[in-house]
């Protein structure tokens, strides 16, 4: 006769360290206005070193590089390679995270061993050990009050923001984070529910009715907050003929399937310029 099946464990208490960081974690914003105070240089330093320590990193490789824009002119010109958007001009910083292997060859190189790290594989491994720093760094910045945005347009401008910032072959931005003090108190975005996104044991395919009940929320938020940038905004969902936040997304004024299909091409071609892909 088998005993009966144990009860599971009960949750961990939160004690204070934990309530901290779910308060953190629920503060967070995205921030696109910034007070002109500067950022001191050595404590962000400080703040990437001990993300750096609290970050996983595949192999222990550590194959992730940073750049600190501070010169207002070349934030200036970051901004246009990030698609004019002001926030990279006015933030008093812009940290690049790139995802590198250029030194890890290197130190291969100067110790005899057989070259590698020159494929997509390491592409992969070393652009999420970027995104695993980028984030531990946004909290830790958050933590000490500042505010943070991550540009997407990190990725469609690779190649123009590798040459500005002077990167080796293998090694190209990610993502970017423009850090500063908040000007600006910005509601919580809203978020798809938990059961639409955590499964248990195996993955749980969405019937009509799941997408239905998920997304209601979201698209009634979402459309009220888009069309509350202005009349220019309502005029241009009128023009495209858009009726749902779903056409929005996929609208020419917003993700255009068109030229994304454009910037993942651009972005195959920069990993075989840079040493990530084999030449076609």
Known sequence: ??????????????????????RLMQAHRSIRQYKPDPVDSAFIDRVLTEAWAGSSSSGNLNMVSVVKSFDAARRAHLCTLHAG??????????????ADTHRTRQ???????RPGFADFHSWHVAA????????????????????????????S????????LELPPHCLPVTSLVVGWPDEAPAQRDRLPPQAWIHEERYHRPTPQDIDTHFA??????????????PEMVTA???????????YYTS????????????????EAVLRERGFLAPG
């Open 85 to 98: 958007q002001p926030m990279v001009r006015q933030a008093p910083l812009v940290l690049t995270f790139c």
């Open 128 to 155: 999420f050990d970027a995104m695993i720093l980028a984030q531990t760094t946004s909290l830790a910045l958050e933590s000490h009050g500042l505010g943070i945005c991550y540009m997407g347009t990190t990725m």
């Open 107 to 113: 130190w291969l190189a100067q110790r005899q061993a």
């Open 237 to 247: 969902w009128q023009q495209h003929g858009i009726t749902s936040l779903a056409q």
């Open 217 to 230: 929320q979201r698209e009634q938020r979402g459309r009220e907050r888009y069309l509350a940038v202005g």
């Open 1 to 22: 006769m088998t005993d009966a099946a144990a009860p599971p464990p009960a949750a961990p208490e939160a004690g204070p360290t934990a309530q901290a960081f779910a």
């Open 252 to 267: 020419p004024i917003k993700y255009d399937p068109d030229v994304l299909a454009e910037n993942s091409a651009a972005i």
């Open 157 to 164: 401008s690779m190649r123009t923001i590798a040459d500005f």
